[in-house]
């Protein structure tokens, strides 16, 4: 993580709205305004002070000068022609570049977000993680690419994943605030229902956000039933059993009487076997979770191919007959795809 951030200003779209009472208080004005620019900023998604037309020319004036507003600028919008998916390559302040993605369903819109600029997790298929990790995102940063693609779509966004680029529990910190910033009365006010976060797999960190109790969606890229298998497509597995998963996954449950989704990407040839289907669902019987299979989506730089139609819908057809709950997660957005992180990558290696 070596990328300089140059702008030293408060990043005040990070900031709660009770920090910004205080903050105003420490300008100098009263505490009401707080909730005003707060207003301003998660509802009404203005992104210059100059916009916020209640406040005093002299509070937009010292605002400006103590403050900057994260504010994404496009790069690039690439739209499905099949079925409407539209992916964004956002720059950041510092010029980074990071990939959202807006989808379509029948049940509401979904974007999906990247937690951080590039991935240090090293996962063998991803295209996120091949050129390392570069920075965090901040609260401002993750919440930003929901308000850039809110706007620019005219849509209004119903549910949030964050399941792009990044490690969100890598982040941990800055994901918790923007969660609750998301969730805020006082800003797009998305439950956490409506909330999915991913994970690798970092034990301590779910267990720490277990405690928390709240109400999001977890789930956990597994990708293969067992350590050995799982350490040649996930480098993290050297640090954290499966079974340690499986046991912060329950603790998970109990404390938030939330169902966990267990992500699989089927890999031809490496866990798509009839011996892996057994072996994952003697890991999740009687478990309070679903099983949702993600054919691969094969990047250039590495040598993984999907696994063949016959061998999901057996690996798929398995699980079913064991009960456990299943879906295999419908491709969207074919035609501009190229798998997550691929479209910065081709700009950033271009
Ligand atoms: N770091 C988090 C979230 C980002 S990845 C995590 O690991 O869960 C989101 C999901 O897409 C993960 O399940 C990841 O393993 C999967 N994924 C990444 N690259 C993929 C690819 N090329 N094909 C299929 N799934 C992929």
Redesign the pocket.
């Known amino acids: 993580m070596n990328q300089k951030i140059e702008d030293t200003r408060t990043d005040i779209k990070s900031m709660s709205a009770e920090e910004l009472e205080e903050f105003v208080v420490k300008l100098g004005d009263k505490k009401f305004r707080g909730a005003q620019i707060f207003q301003w900023l998660h509802q009404k998604l203005v992104t210059s002070f100059d916009e916020m037309t209640n406040l005093s020319k002299a509070l937009r004036e010292k605002l400006e000068k103590e403050c900057r507003i994260t504010a994404l600028r496009a790069e690039a919008v690439q739209v499905s022609k099949l079925d409407q998916t539209t992916k964004y390559l956002f720059e950041l302040y510092d010029r980074n570049l990071i990939e959202s993605v807006l989808m379509k369903y029948h049940h509401g819109n979904s974007v999906c977000i990247s937690s951080q600029v590039g ?1 240090r ?1 090293g ?1 063998r ?3 996120s993680t091949l050129d390392g990790c570069v920075r965090n995102l901040t609260p401002s940063e993750m919440l930003d690419q929901i308000y850039t693609i809110q706007k620019m779509s005219g849509e209004r966004v119903d549910n949030v994943v964050v ?2 680029s ?3 529990l890598d982040n941990y910190d800055n994901l918790l605030k923007f969660i609750s910033l998301l969730n805020s009365e006082k800003g797009l006010n998305i439950s956490a229902r409506n909330i999915t976060v ?3 797999g970092l034990v301590p960190e779910i267990f720490k956000l277990a405690d928390r109790k709240l109400q999001i969606t977890l ?1 956990v ?1 597994l ?1 293969a039933p067992d350590d050995e298998l799982r350490k040649t497509m996930m480098p993290i597995a050297n640090k954290y059993s499966v079974s340690e998963i499986m046991d912060a996954c329950r603790y998970y449950i109990l404390q938030t009487g939330r169902r966990i989704s267990f ?1 699989y ?1 089927l890999v031809r040839d490496v866990n798509d076997s009839e011996d892996c289907a057994r072996q994952l669902i003697s890991l999740v019987k009687g478990m309070n979770c679903h099983i949702n299979l ?1 054919p ?2 094969p ?1 250039k730089e590495r040598d993984y191919r999907q696994s063949e139609q016959k061998a999901i819908h057996a690996f798929k057809n398995k699980l079913e007959k064991n009960g456990i709950n299943v879906t295999i997660r419908r491709e969207m957005g074919r035609d501009i795809d190229g ?2 992180g691929q479209l910065r990558k081709s700009y950033i290696s271009g």
């Open positions: 991935c997790m996962c298929f991803c295209a399941m792009g990044g490690e969100p991913s994970t690798c789930a890229s990708h992500e990407s993600i691969v989506n990047i798998a997550c």
